[in-house]
């Protein structure tokens, strides 16, 4: 097959996220069985306008800040290129409307829908205007078929008027070789939090900040990790001083995947508190390391926590409730093993070969329900 993807950013990309690893994780493996395969997304600075990475042909174009104007005469041009046997559009930022310039099968890809969650990340201006860009979904993508990686998600796309017989929901997997409990590695003998990922507004991260304030008058030796970078960094850094956190919190900026593991395994409990999230990959791969969670009860992470098996969930925003559940863990032994235990058995459910082998199946079937005649989209 040849398949033409669309997506804002690509795996190389700083400022891709899980949205890009699941795109990535499906595709090369599609492409390992002979699939040709081309994704075109948004370029940054020093990138190749054109190369293969894991078999797939990435061609970048414009920037993050205007690919949305560039995108519909690039992705003209490619279908021009060549005949293609369907398109896949990964909605994560904000809709290309494909089908307004193609008659192709296609399957739409949306990890989440931001809605009012928007104006928590970027100024109101902008915030509306993806706001707005994501109401005529249900129309211009009529009848064709959506993926989705979590109930959550699927739940949101039906309230907004898409038929639940056209959304499949295939979970994300993990990389098992790469996350997994060490025998070897040793937790940290003080009591240890971690938060684990990219510093945006709307990951929330201020609220472990200000719970972790709590967690230390009943266990002053806790520490907390924050590793990763991002954009409000320097914010929650000020916070921290305003909070007198003092050196019970270590700012660790970005670290390669290695070191990543080794923080997660050596963890004693893994938070997040975003406000909204497709799913929860970066819980499945704390439990894959040995290491239970705790996430806000919201779309997305709510799909990825067993509450009371693999780790507890709290009300978003309720920083007593967090700051309670990070003690519970902290303070009692047999709970937190119990949660370790549940959690290395709920990780290994998850597989990056099954996700792609289902993302496969689907194309297959919407292609092969196109030459049948049965597509309900555009002819």
Request: aromatic share 10%; charged share 25%.
């Amino acid at each position: 097959m040849k398949i033409l993807t669309i997506n804002w950013e690509d795996l190389k990309n700083p400022q891709a996220g899980g949205a890009e690893v699941h795109l990535q994780e499906i595709l090369k493996r599609i492409a390992r069985l002979g699939h040709d395969i081309t994704l075109l997304c948004s370029s940054f600075p020093k990138a190749k306008q054109t190369e293969e990475f894991d078999g797939i042909r990435i061609i970048r174009k414009g920037s993050r800040h205007n690919f949305n104007l560039v995108a519909p005469f690039a992705f003209k041009a490619l279908l021009r290129e060549q005949k293609w046997d369907i398109v896949i559009e990964d909605i994560n930022k904000i809709p290309f409307y494909t089908p307004l310039y193609h008659r192709l099968p296609l399957l739409v890809v949306i990890p989440h829908l931001f809605a009012d969650t928007v104006f928590k990340e970027i100024n109101p201006i902008l915030g509306f205007y993806i706001y707005l860009s994501e109401k005529p979904i249900p129309t211009i993508y009529k009848g064709f078929k959506f993926m989705v990686i979590s109930e959550s998600t699927k739940e949101d796309l039906v309230k907004r008027g898409i038929p639940k017989d056209d959304i499949f929901v295939i979970k994300c997997g993990i990389d098992q070789a790469l996350y997994h409990a060490n025998p070897q590695i040793e937790k940290y003998r003080t009591p240890t939090v971690i938060y684990l990922g990219r510093l945006k507004k709307y990951k929330s991260i201020e609220h472990l900040l200000a719970g972790f304030s709590l967690v230390v008058d009943k266990i002053p030796e806790a520490r907390l990790l924050i590793v990763g970078d991002g954009d409000y960094k320097n914010n929650l850094m000020d916070f921290a001083k305003k909070l007198n956190l003092g050196d019970r919190v270590e700012f660790t900026g970005f670290v390669d995947r290695e070191e990543k593991v080794k923080r997660l395994q050596k963890s004693w409990v893994a938070v997040y508190p975003s406000l909204k999230e497709g799913w929860g990959l970066t819980n499945i791969e704390a439990n894959a390391c040995g290491t239970p969670v705790i996430a806000s009860n919201v779309p997305g992470l709510k799909d990825s926590v067993v509450r009371g098996k693999t780790g507890l969930l709290f009300e978003y925003g309720n920083v007593p409730e967090l700051s309670h559940c990070i003690i519970k863990i902290l303070s009692d032994t047999d709970y937190r093993k119990n949660l370790i235990q549940g959690g290395l058995c709920w990780a290994k459910s998850f597989s990056w070969d099954e996700t792609a082998t289902k993302t496969l199946e689907l194309i297959e079937d919407i292609i092969k329900e196109r030459s049948r005649g049965d597509h309900r989209g555009p002819p």
